[in-house]
């Protein structure tokens, strides 16, 4: 397998984590999601537990440093930034850590931007991952013993929190087609068949390289 770098966005309860799991164990790499957190905490010093509390939510303290300084997001020394709220931090530290973990070889990478940030590596696969309303609910109460209401709930604000959080950041918009390279509903063809759809849309891009 060629280096490959699959960065997985989803909708909340779509099975975003499992299918990612599965095509990393499928094609024998690595993979990537809320060990990145873990990996910025000892790159930074700072306490993961502060990262897991984080708010994924855009300041506008970001803003004033891009303008200030004419740069990217993905191009921070996040050291220059200790003046930043903790999610502008975080966001700078996981961007690096997502580069360094693609410098390495092929992976499977869910959320933290990681299509946006890795957007001028051509050996990366863009996936969006959605799902009917009825079968989010279901899965987010079985997977995460939730009372149907309270999945309901969940699954609004996290959407809306990660759509937020990736407009802000990106400048793009989270779950638009022209963003991905494929945009698949889990609920249409189930998780299984999204992994194997997926890699073999892999196996398809490596064949036509």
């Given at each position: 397998?060629?280096?490959?770098?699959?960065?997985?966005?989803?909708?909340?309860?779509?099975g975003?984590?499992?299918?990612?799991?599965?095509?990393?164990?499928?094609?024998?790499?690595?993979?990537?999601?809320?060990?990145?957190?873990?990996?910025?905490?000892?790159?930074?010093?700072?306490?993961?537990?502060?990262?897991?509390?984080?708010?994924?939510?855009?300041?506008?303290?970001?803003l004033?440093?891009?303008?200030?300084?004419?740069?990217?997001?993905?191009?921070?020394?996040?050291?220059?930034?200790?003046?930043?709220?903790?999610?502008?931090?975080?966001?700078?530290?996981?961007?690096?850590?997502?580069?360094?973990?693609?410098?390495?070889?092929?992976?499977?990478?869910?959320?933290?931007?990681?299509?946006?940030?890795?957007?001028?590596?051509?050996?990366?696969?863009?996936?969006?991952?959605?799902?009917?309303?009825?079968s989010?609910?279901r899965?987010?109460?079985?997977?995460?013993?939730?009372?149907?209401?309270?999945?309901?709930d969940?699954?609004?604000?996290?959407?809306?929190?990660?759509?937020?959080?990736?407009?802000?950041?990106?400048?793009?918009?989270?779950?638009?087609?022209?963003?991905?390279?494929?945009?698949?509903?889990?609920?249409?063809?189930?998780?299984?068949?999204?992994?194997?759809?997926?890699?073999?849309y892999?196996?398809?891009?490596?064949?036509?390289?």
């Amino acid at each position: 397998m060629k280096k490959t770098i699959i960065t997985i966005s989803r909708q909340y309860g779509s099975g975003g984590k499992e299918v990612g799991e599965n095509l990393a164990k499928k094609l024998g790499v690595p993979f990537y999601d809320k060990e990145i957190i873990a990996m910025a905490a000892r790159s930074s010093g700072l306490d993961a537990e502060l990262f897991e509390k984080a708010d994924q939510k855009a300041t506008n303290s970001l803003l004033y440093a891009l303008s200030m300084f004419g740069t990217t997001a993905t191009t921070y020394n996040a050291a220059s930034y200790d003046g930043l709220p903790l999610a502008d931090k975080l966001f700078i530290i996981q961007s690096d850590i997502i580069r360094s973990i693609a410098a390495k070889g092929s992976c499977v990478i869910v959320g933290r931007c990681a299509d946006y940030v890795l957007a001028d590596d051509p050996s990366c696969i863009n996936i969006f991952l959605t799902s009917d309303w009825a079968s989010r609910v279901r899965r987010a109460t079985r997977q995460y013993e939730l009372d149907p209401s309270d999945a309901e709930d969940i699954i609004r604000k996290t959407d809306k929190k990660r759509a937020a959080y990736y407009n802000f950041y990106t400048g793009l918009k989270w779950g638009h087609v022209d963003n991905y390279h494929l945009c698949l509903n889990t609920d249409a063809i189930g998780l299984e068949n999204a992994v194997d759809l997926i890699a073999s849309y892999v196996s398809i891009r490596e064949n036509d390289d």
